[in-house]
């Protein structure tokens, strides 16, 4: 095939009287990866899916044009307003789709070998042996351990590394010419994004299929892609080979978008305040708790094991760790969320974990949680002057309505909020405001400790970047001692002053921040960093 | 032997009976609690007009009312237990025989009610929720917005008055055991069993229409159609296999409730099964029958919903293999 | 340009949203037309309820009688008003009833789970294992018959299925991020359950209130049917079908009124609860709000 493999000009998706995309046009070569980079309501994922006939939304109605290119370069396939019988064939037979969580987008009552299988004898015709047959070769091919005895499993028995894994050898089962990534590796850890993007890019070259992945990270991206196009907000802002557009950005969207991007080794923390007093201190912190599986059995879970630190006034003591590292338990029994099973905890000298009653009260007073989901953070039917003024109504920190409501209007300000937002409601403010009014209301009893368990991992990348300068001004202002957890080790980088790497419960390396990005000294901590991708885009 | 025990279904299975001892120890206690509320003397109600001093104390102490409170719940649990229920109030037979001869009626009533039920809620079901806004899906689900508001005591005199009285198809009222007299079994079991089925009928088509549209809507469809499968396929294999789980639940639910239901359908049928002999035992106030009688039911339901949460583990992987 | 609100533009106000959909406002007005005739019913009615008047009986529908006369000649019409008014009176009573004993054991134990939790839960599941209609005609044949005795009967048996809702409302609220973050910001379990957890639960509670409405008109009906429910001379709904038994093929009219005003309400009441249920709650919302917006 000489011309490209697919080909859209102008396309628009409309929903109801609204257009989400406005005349996108890009051209996938053959044996090439377009990468599609944008940030949340761009409308990559809409695209896609328009140009590709899986467009599923109800009312919603794509226009313009999106060929399939014939592999003997002959009469390419309309793919916009075909029936659903010539897009039948296509899906699956000459294009094939990895979507983002594996974890739902298998069918759990069937064996993982009877959903490959499925498009096998669909599109090939195969007897249930043959397929059978092709499936253990595509398993292996995929790198799923002990393919054989794997293919019976259901998908509840896999990790999520292994369900993508799945999830691609049931997109490659029928040799397409295109593979359509929507966000493949997002639900995953960033040791396994890592091994899925070398996987995807072994198979791009064994079955020479072109591919198209859609990312919101541009580093990424960047390593995945040939091409790469950016969209915003329905529009395609620019499309250009990777080097160029990571070298020489045209577009002030792109070249915003990788402004601030937060990097490993790019810039340096600002200077811990020098000889501080120890603030928060942790010694031996023991926590385990039993889970019950949907069949009724407990298992004790030994979420975190001895872990000890401490936390100077001013400064910042990054905690990183993957899922399941046990770092939101730390911070859990920090707030009296979770009971711990061993260890002590001091806040300034005074206990943290055995305190009951007043004195209760005055020590949730001096440490404020801000949580990952900015949504579900804030009570749906409170208004938001309510939410932040809450922790004022709790410990009387003002006299009667009128001082609660100019407090609540200096704590707006402070974090860049307009003062009529305190009568509004969450689900009328975005991502990134919503975050804004959650740190206002930790911030309203004036605590010594802010813990941020994952607090920008929601963000969009440019709206992260306002609010970790946000966070930044304010322990510089209000000389706040911060415990950041967070799994995105360029932010840990960029903020922490002290770095503790935590690995299924334990603590595997504590050190400052400069020496431990210098020089790794643990594996563990050496293939975290190796995972995260590049700043600069792989020589093609 | 020893990986049997420890098999996931086995211990699944071992769990949920426990539970439902305990529901049935409770219920046990309820059961019997029924003729120590009664404000007043029981015995003396029961006898009504028929009360001589003989007869009262002859009643009280054959149903052992003289004894104190704990030791007559153990002797009711213990006997309960071993088949025993005691004596009714009024004809001095055995509650257990009694029970027993009036429910062959009543479950094949019930058979009947949810096997109609099934064959029309099902289809109606899955057709509304993959048709979802169109115009046969709002057919459906005015028609059975109605079916739930029908009382089914109505239903059954207006099937009746067109069916019987006025076309005279099918008998008014009366039972012919299954066995012994199969068509006529049939032609008295055709109006009951419709008008315990439709009501059914009708509150099932709403569930399972939620269930399967909220298959329908789940990840693993999309990533169905992307495969390029036919829309049957799509629609069996990933749909409605997917949403029979909740709908074994709603059936086993569904049934259980028809066997409190039919007692109104089975008083206006004159059908002899355990729901007329309840309503009978509520008018002449035979306590031991009505403790008996909710006991039995009380036990059936529980026994049902054992089975339903047994198949769950059967079907779902999720459960079978942990 | 990228961190757009959720839809700000699209969210339409609950009022609103209740009332464009046809059937939940057809719902509401039969309903408020239904109360005021149930409350001014004896004033309204055309004639006495027992006024025997055989000469006229078994009349069909007429001029002087718009829903006939039954076989002792009383006005069907009369009689059925005067009926919807016991039943609602039933109906409201038992699942006010109901809603204040589930609800305040449902949150407690959802809310405190351990012990309390486990208890509650066990008695409500032992309740559930008798179907409707036989616990409350077990209550019945402990207290005897009666209109009092009905509306304990109905609200004891209707009790378990507002805890069990109130239960899970309050369970998956006590699990949200923002519960959570009020507790680490020290706030106490008064201001959580008043602030937090009522706004939240009213949603799924107030759309059981609509269905359970319904299902104890229904209830009502099946016990008075069954002679055990409000007693003569006073009407009842279901007793008036009871008797129009043998007189179906004669005077239809007898069956049908009483019956048509039992749909007529009952799915008033299933209707408006389907209505509130697309309105609030969260994954039934979003489709309406589409819907509207097409």
Redesign the interface.
């Known amino acids: 095939m000489t011309g490209p493999v697919l080909s859209v000009r102008d396309l628009r998706v409309r929903i109801?009287?609204q257009e989400i995309v406005h005349g996108i046009s890009f051209d996938v070569a053959p044996e090439q990866t377009l990468g599609i980079v944008g940030?949340?309501?761009?409308g990559k994922s809409m695209t896609a899916l328009a140009a590709t006939g899986l467009l599923d939304i109800?009312?919603a109605v794509a226009s313009g044009s999106s060929a399939l290119g014939a592999v003997d370069d002959s009469h390419p396939t309309e793919l916009i307003g075909a029936s659903r019988r010539a897009l039948r064939n296509v899906h699956g037979g000459r294009i094939g789709f990895v979507f983002q969580d594996p974890g739902t987008s298998l069918n759990p009552l069937l064996t993982v070998e009877r959903q490959i299988t499925e498009s096998l004898e669909a599109h090939r015709d195969m007897t249930r042996r043959q397929a059978r047959q092709r499936a253990v070769e595509l398993a292996e091919a995929v790198g799923l351990p002990d393919p054989a005895t794997r293919l019976g499993s259901y998908p509840h028995q896999l990790s999520g590394g292994q369900r993508q894994r799945v999830m691609i050898a049931i997109a490659l089962a029928c040799d397409p010419e295109l593979l359509i990534a929507d966000e493949p590796t997002t639900a995953l850890d960033v040791t396994t994004q890592a091994q899925i993007v070398d996987l995807v890019g072994d198979l791009r070259r064994d079955f020479g299929t072109a591919v198209v992945w859609i990312s919101h990270d541009l580093g990424l991206i960047g390593q995945v892609a040939d091409d790469v196009a950016v969209l915003?907000?329905g529009e395609l802002v620019e499309q250009a080979p990777v080097l160029e557009v990571f070298d020489s950005p045209r577009h002030p969207?792109t070249r915003q978008l990788l402004a601030a991007r937060p990097l490993i080794g790019g810039g340096d923390p600002r200077p811990a305040p020098a000889d501080a007093p120890v603030l928060l201190s942790v010694d031996g912190l023991d926590v385990r708790f039993d889970v019950t599986s949907p069949a009724g059995a407990t298992t004790t879970v030994h979420a975190v094991k001895g872990v000890s630190f401490e936390v100077r006034r001013g400064s910042t003591l990054g905690l990183v760790g993957e899922s399941g590292s046990g770092k939101s338990t730390v911070a859990g029994a920090l707030?009296?969320?979770v009971a711990p099973d061993a260890g002590s905890a001091a806040l300034g000298g005074v206990d943290m974990l055995m305190v009951r009653g007043a004195a209760?009260?005055a020590?949730?007073?001096r440490?404020?949680?801000v949580?990952q989901?900015p949504?579900?953070?804030?009570?749906?039917?409170?208004r938001i002057g309510?939410?932040i003024g809450?922790?004022l109504?709790?410990?009387r920190l003002c006299k009667g309505k009128r001082a609660r409501a100019d407090r609540v209007a200096e704590l707006l300000d402070v974090v860049g909020l307009p003062a009529d937002f305190a009568s509004r409601y969450p689900?009328?403010?975005?991502?990134?405001?919503r975050q804004r009014v959650?740190i206002a209301?930790a911030l309203a009893?004036e605590p010594e400790l802010v813990i941020l368990d994952e607090a920008t991992a929601s963000?969009?990348v440019?709206?992260q970047a306002r609010v970790l300068e946000l966070l930044a001004d304010l322990q510089r202002e209000l000389g706040l001692t911060y415990l950041f957890i967070s799994h995105d080790l360029a932010v840990i980088e960029q903020m922490s002053h002290q770095v503790l790497v935590m690995r299924s419960g334990s603590a595997v390396e504590y050190r400052p921040a400069a020496e431990l990005f210098a020089a790794p000294e643990h594996p563990y901590t050496r293939a975290l960093l190796a995972a995260v991708p590049a700043a600069q885009p792989r020589s093609s | 032997m020893r990986t049997l025990f420890a098999s996931p279904i086995l211990r699944f299975v071992g769990r949920r009976l426990l539970y439902s001892l305990?529901?049935l120890a409770?219920?046990l206690?309820?059961a019997f609690a029924?003729v120590h509320?009664?404000?007043g003397d029981p015995v003396r109600i029961a006898l009504g007009t028929r009360y001589t001093p003989e007869a009262y104390q002859a009643l009280r102490s054959a149903s052992g009312l003289d004894r104190p409170l704990v030791q007559q719940f153990f002797s009711y649990a213990g006997s309960a237990l071993t088949g025993d229920l005691g004596v009714s109030f009024r004809n001095g037979d055995p509650v257990t025989a009694t029970l027993l001869e009036r429910l062959p009626a009543t479950v094949s009533l019930a058979i009947v009610g949810i096997l109609i039920a099934l064959l029309i809620a099902l289809p109606a079901g899955i057709w509304s929720a993959l048709h979802r806004g169109r115009i046969s899906d709002g057919i459906i689900r005015v028609t059975s917005?109605?079916g739930?508001?029908?009382?089914?005591?109505?239903m059954a005199?207006?099937l009746?008055?067109l069916f019987a009285?006025?076309l005279g198809w099918l008998p008014t009222s009366g039972y012919r055991p299954l066995l012994t007299d199969p068509g006529g079994w049939l032609r008295h079991v055709i109006l009951p069993g419709l008008t315990v089925g439709l009501v059914a009928a009708a509150i099932m088509t709403r569930y399972v229409r939620t269930a399967v549209l909220e298959v329908a809507s789940a990840a693993h469809v999309r990533t169905a159609r992307s495969k390029g499968l036919a829309p049957a396929v799509v629609t069996s294999r990933h749909i409605v296999r997917n949403a029979l789980v909740p709908v074994l639940t709603i059936t086993g639910i569904q049934l259980?409730?028809i066997?409190?239901?039919v007692?109104?359908v089975e008083?206006?049928f004159a059908w002899p099964g355990l729901g007329r002999l309840?309503?009978n035992?509520?008018?002449a106030?035979d306590?031991p029958l009505?403790q008996g009688?909710?006991l039995l039911?009380?036990t059936l339901?529980?026994l049902i919903n054992l089975i339903v949460d047994v198949l769950y583990a059967v079907v779902d992987p999720r459960i079978r293999l942990s | 340009?990228?961190?757009?609100?959720?839809?700000?533009n699209l969210?339409v106000s609950s009022w609103r949203l209740l009332l464009a959909n046809p059937l939940t406002l057809a719902s509401g007005v039969v309903l408020i037309a239904v109360a005021i005739a149930a409350g001014t019913a004896r004033w309204i009615a055309p004639s006495g309820i027992n006024d025997v008047d055989v000469p006229n009986a078994l009349q069909p529908p007429s001029g002087a009688h718009w829903f006939g006369t039954d076989e002792l000649g009383r006005d069907i019409l009369s009689r059925v008003l005067v009926a919807m008014q016991a039943s609602l009176q039933v109906s409201v009573v038992s699942v006010a009833f109901a809603v204040v004993v589930g609800v305040t054991v449902g949150v407690v134990a959802g809310y405190r789970g351990g012990w309390a939790d486990i208890v509650f839960m066990?008695?409500v599941?032992?309740?559930f294992?008798?179907?409707?209609?036989?616990?409350a005609?077990?209550i019945?044949?402990?207290?005897g018959p009666g209109m009092t005795t009905t509306m304990l009967a109905i609200g004891i048996v209707f009790t378990p299925i507002f805890a069990r809702v109130a239960r899970a409302s309050t369970l998956s609220v006590r699990t949200?991020?923002?519960v959570?973050?009020?507790?680490?910001?020290?706030?106490?379990h008064g201001?959580i359950l008043s602030?937090?957890v009522l706004?939240?639960i009213a949603g799924p509670l107030i759309v059981q209130t609509s269905l359970s409405l319904?299902f104890a008109i229904?209830s009502e009906?099946?016990l008075s049917?069954?002679?055990?429910g409000i007693q003569p001379p006073h009407p009842s709904l279901?007793r008036m079908?009871?008797d129009?038994?043998g007189f179906?093929?004669l005077a239809?009219w007898m069956?049908?009124f009483p019956?048509a005003a039992?749909?007529v309400i009952?799915?008033a009441f299933?209707?408006l609860g389907?209505g509130l249920r697309d309105v609030l709650d969260p994954k039934q919302r979003t489709l309406a709000e589409?819907r509207r917006?097409?």
């Not at chain 1, 949504?375 to 409170?382: C, E, G, N, V, Y």
């Not at chain 2, 739930?148 to 109505?154: G, N």
């Open positions: 109801g009287r940030e949340s309501g761009s109800p009312g915003a907000a969207y707030t009296g969320l209760e009260k020590l949730r007073r440490v404020s949680l949580l989901d949504f579900s953070a804030l009570d749906p039917r409170a309510a939410a809450e922790p109504q709790v410990h689900h009328e403010l975005s991502g990134g405001q959650n209301r009893v963000l969009d440019s709206v | 305990v529901v409770g219920v206690v309820l029924l509320l009664v404000p917005q109605f739930v508001s029908i009382p089914d005591f109505w005199i207006l009746i008055g009285s006025t259980a409730t066997l409190g239901g007692i109104v008083v206006v309840v309503y035992a509520v008018a106030r306590y009505i009688a909710v039911i009380a339901f529980l | 340009m990228t961190d757009m609100p959720s839809g700000d969210r066990r008695v599941d032992v309740m294992a008798f179907p409707v209609l036989l616990l005609l077990a019945v044949a402990i207290l949200e991020p923002y959570a973050v009020s507790r680490t910001m020290g706030t106490g201001f602030r937090h706004p939240n319904a229904l009906a099946a049917f069954l002679g055990l279901g079908i009871f129009s038994q179906v093929t239809w069956a049908v019956g039992i749909v009952v799915l299933n209707l389907d589409a917006n097409r």
